[in-house]
């Protein structure tokens, strides 16, 4: 079956296919929570027969991706956030409010090798979900990311770069200090995490980081797994199931 994957997220849209239980080269594309960046039709298929779509960006531009779709045909289904999935247990008592996002990240970790697992992504913001080896969300914490903490800044104080500078334990220059008390913050909160994880199942989880701002952390992280298609990893375990 020609099957694609979509998953709109708050400054991305990535979409891949999905053939003969392979995940195919995924795309970017960039939105700014209103529009598509220009030319992002020519990114989509031109036919398929199933498309599997994920979203957490606002109503009128999940109804721009979903009419582009509907022209070209094909049946298109909507991931939900499910109390329980394909041996993966939620623990938000109203599953709807867990992004879908970190719904399908945690079915992909669960997917994978059914360890434990701390799943960390790094996009508009820093999310932290533990998953243990029954398949139990324990639950999980949200924070802005680095790059949200940048530009939080620079829209207080415009003086401060949104981008730049290095990572240094002690900076001896604004921009580096910037990267470095954002991108460290970040740092903290998942080694804190990880403590925390290992103390309460008795055992270290495998880190896996995906998100756009996963990159910059993982020089920091010598023991973390990159996953930079996670979430799309999920989203086709999802429609082998429900879909």
């Not at 979509?6 to 080269?25: C, I, Q, T, V």
Request: with cysteine; glycine share 12%.
């Amino acid at each position: 079956m020609n099957t694609w994957l979509f998953d709109l997220g708050n400054s991305r849209l990535k979409l891949a296919p999905w053939r003969d239980g392979k995940l195919g080269e995924v795309t970017a594309v960039g939105h700014d929570g209103s529009g598509f960046e220009p030319g992002w039709l020519r990114h989509l298929p031109d036919t398929f027969e199933l498309a599997c779509v994920a979203t957490v960006a606002p109503s009128a531009l999940t109804v721009r991706l979903l009419d582009a779709l509907a022209a070209r045909g094909g049946r298109i289904t909507i991931a939900r956030t499910q109390a329980a999935f394909a041996g993966v247990r939620i623990a938000y008592a109203q599953p709807r409010r867990l992004g879908v996002d970190r719904f399908l990240a945690l079915l992909a970790a669960r997917a994978r090798d059914g360890r434990p697992a701390l799943v960390v992504g790094v996009g508009t913001a820093l999310t932290v979900d533990l998953l243990d080896a029954d398949g139990h969300h324990r639950g999980g914490r949200i924070a802005p990311s680095p790059a949200l903490m940048r530009a939080a800044l620079h829209q207080r104080a415009t003086v401060l770069p949104t981008e730049g500078g290095l990572y240094r334990e002690f900076a001896a220059d604004t921009d580096d200090a910037l990267a470095s008390g954002c991108e460290g913050a970040a740092l903290g909160l998942v080694a804190r995490s990880m403590d925390a994880a290992t103390q309460l199942l008795g055992g270290t989880p495998t880190l896996l980081l995906h998100g756009g701002g996963a990159p910059a952390l993982l020089p920091r992280l010598p023991l973390a797994t990159h996953a930079p298609a996670l979430v799309l990893e999920g989203l086709a375990h999802w429609a082998r199931v429900a879909a």
